[in-house]
């Protein structure tokens, strides 16, 4: 899996925050920059997939597209 790619499937490198305030979910563990907004301070897709259950992305997940997932997709 390509280190750039987020358990999401989002492509870090294509944000305008890689290199300047975040290096990628994968190397934050899901921590990235705009995660002190929230209560945990972990991405709750990352909480899910890397913690939780312990997989490599969301794709390998039986729940797919699950409520936290869609969630997050919304930018409000």
Known sequence: MDANIS??????????Q??????????QKGRIFWTDEISDGVCPIYACCRGKKQQDHCG??????CKIW???KDPS
């Open 7 to 16: 358990c999401c499937g989002i492509d870090c490198s294509a944000c305008d």
């Open 18 to 27: 890689f290199q300047v305030t975040c290096r990628g979910c994968n190397v």
């Open 60 to 65: 390998l997940c039986k729940m797919v597209p």
């Open 70 to 72: 869609t969630d997050m």
